[in-house]
């Protein structure tokens, strides 16, 4: 099965800190994403990876960034985290830009 | 981009099977539709996927109409497990940009 492992499960930061949040999936996927999920809004594509050094962005990458160094990883960054960034945040990962997604379980993030 | 409209939330007896519509009117021809689910607390998990022709595999059915501009998951035997927010997509843009809007809230009953 593939697995989508994300590095925390809850995070509490303070407003300004700069915040990272690993993913790592062990199926070789060449394609990897970070969505925001909000009540009422769904899941936001943030950014997305089809490519090691590769990245493009989503509908809503204003505050965040991302790295993918290594084809397992994909990291998303926000460099000065606020309060409007509190969410939970879902890694998902598929093998192509066709076929279907697997996500990890999320990481709920409260900026403070 | 094609979109998708669902009914916010929906009950099911248990046992019974669940139908859960979705429209996509303006889905073009090599765009696939995408079921997936999200059980609370959890990451969303792929059911099934089809283009034009009705699928069928261990977590349910997906019928799509002819003219492709609607679709319904078939949960056949809906259990308590089955409780969750099912998401229908279709891809959009030059790259799988998968787009979840806000879904049907299924609750099945006892």
């Known amino acids: 099965d593939v697995k989508v492992t994300q590095s925390s499960r809850y995070l509490v930061k303070r407003t300004g800190e700069k915040v990272f949040l690993e993913c790592v999936q062990d199926m070789d996927h060449e394609n990897m994403f970070w969505y925001r999920q909000d009540p009422g809004l769904g899941l936001r594509l943030i950014y997305f990876?089809?490519?090691?050094?590769?990245?493009e962005k989503g509908d809503i990458p204003e505050g965040y960034s991302v790295s993918r160094e290594k084809k397992e990883r994909f990291s998303l960054i926000l460099e000065s985290a606020s309060t409007n960034q509190t969410s939970m945040y879902l890694c998902a990962s598929s093998l192509t830009l066709n076929t279907e997604a697997f996500f990890g379980q999320g990481t709920r993030l409260t900026v403070v | 981009d094609a979109k998708t409209t669902q009914p916010t939330s929906m009950d099911c007896a248990e046992g019974r099977a669940a139908n859960l519509p979705c429209n996509h009117s303006?889905?073009?021809?090599?765009?696939?539709v995408y079921w997936y689910r999200q059980i609370h607390s959890q990451g969303p998990q792929y059911i099934i996927h089809?283009?034009?022709n009705n699928e069928t595999n261990e977590m349910a059915s997906l019928i799509i109409t002819e003219d492709r501009k609607s679709s319904t998951l078939i949960l056949p035997h809906a259990t308590l497990r089955d409780t969750a927010v099912y998401y229908c997509?279709?891809?959009?843009?030059?790259?799988?940009?998968?787009?979840f809007g806000p879904g049907t809230s299924l609750s099945v009953i006892p």
């Open positions: 990876s089809y490519d090691v050094k590769m990245k």
């Open positions: 089809g283009l034009k």
């Open positions: 997509i279709v891809r959009v843009g030059s790259y799988d940009k998968v787009i």
């Open positions: 303006t889905i073009s021809g090599n765009e696939y």
